[in-house]
């Protein structure tokens, strides 16, 4: 292939490498996409067991109170 041709099916098939190139690509993306996924995800659970021992601690501060 010179400078002036391009041919996409060469270019996806990547000179007989393509399925190393692809699932590199596809598995680096994977990962990306659980470093983006997971801390989201641990939050919310965070953020919610949080919640849930204010409301605890609030509901035994009242019924000290009483």
Not at 9 to 36: C, K, P, Q, R, T
Not at 52 to 66: F, G, K, L, T, W
């Amino acid at each position: 292939m010179n400078g002036s041709e391009f041919s996409w099916s060469e270019f996806f098939h990547m000179g007989g490498y393509a399925v190393f190139v692809w699932s590199s690509y596809g598995l680096a993306l994977g990962i990306v996409l659980v470093n983006i996924v997971s801390p989201l995800i641990e939050r919310k659970r965070v953020v919610k067991r949080v919640k849930r021992a204010i409301a605890r601690d609030r509901h035994a501060s009242q019924a000290n109170n009483s």
